[in-house]
């Protein structure tokens, strides 16, 4: 009985997500829709914003990284404010999932209405509006041709080309191949991921072994990531090597 007791005691002292503590700070952005206050890794609920090595193209139909540019606005528009996030989950790879405020603005709202981010309608509609609003106003990835963030990681040939602009010929390939072309497709995005024989997903930083008899061929599975973070969210492990 009094084991029982005991341990009834023990569940009421552990706080619930709902009565946890607030995450408050300043924030390093590590991509559009994840970021770091202290130790504490948040992805941003409720939206879902392209991966910081994904490409686009513009209404000139030009290639530009609106993965590094959704990362870099998030990172400018918060500079030096306090965030403010409250915790509603923690999800599979370990990170808080929270909706958060800096400055008193929902700043997941500010990420979509810019268009800089899409709601995640498989969690929640409470963004829709304001994608209806980027969309309209051509904001952001809306000023051309994108891939949905969450279908450009399982892409293939027959994925849906979202945006303003009608998709220029050959728009697929160049959104398809965006992550895995012979060139990093930006300064900070040089981690190689590949699949070895076993069909795992391997990441090389630049002073692995084999960094450079890796090539990158979308043929091969590979693709390029901007963070060690990133590449093991993908389900990546580092080489052994």
């Known amino acids: 009985m009094l084991r029982k007791f005991l341990i009834a005691l023990s569940l009421l002292a552990v706080p619930s997500l709902a009565q946890a503590a607030d995450i408050t700070g300043t924030a ?5 829709d994840s970021v770091l206050i ?4 948040i992805r941003l609920g409720g939206i879902d914003a392209p991966s910081g090595d994904q490409l686009c193209l513009n209404n000139k139909s030009e290639r530009w990284t609106c993965g590094a540019a959704a990362r870099d606005e998030l990172a400018k528009y918060t500079e030096g ?13 370990g990170r808080t999932v929270a909706r958060c405020e800096v400055g008193g603005e929902d700043i997941q709202k500010w990420l979509v209405r810019s268009g800089w981010a899409l709601s995640y309608t498989r969690v929640s ?16 990835m ?5 891939i949905a963030p969450w279908d450009w990681r399982v892409r293939n040939k ?3 080309i979202l945006g303003a602009t009608k998709p220029p010929e050959g728009a697929h390939s160049i959104l398809l191949a965006s992550a895995s072309g012979p060139v990093a497709p930006s300064p900070d995005c040089t981690i190689k991921g590949n699949v070895n024989t076993a069909g795992e997903c391997i990441y090389h930083t630049p002073t692995s072994r084999w960094y450079t008899q890796i090539k990158m061929k979308i043929s091969k599975g590979t693709r390029w ?3 060690v973070e990133e590449a093991e969210a993908a389900g990546c492990r580092e080489t052994k090597r």
């Open 142 to 146: 809306w000023q051309g041709a994108f």
């Open 225 to 227: 990531f901007c963070s």
């Open 158 to 160: 027959k994925t849906t």
């Open 81 to 93: 404010k306090s965030w403010v996030c409250h915790t509603r989950a923690i999800d599979r790879r």
């Open 38 to 41: 202290g130790n504490t890794r």
């Open 28 to 32: 390093k952005v590590r991509d559009g």
């Open 125 to 140: 509609h409470d963004y829709d509006a304001d994608e209806a609003a980027a969309r309209e106003a051509k904001a952001g």
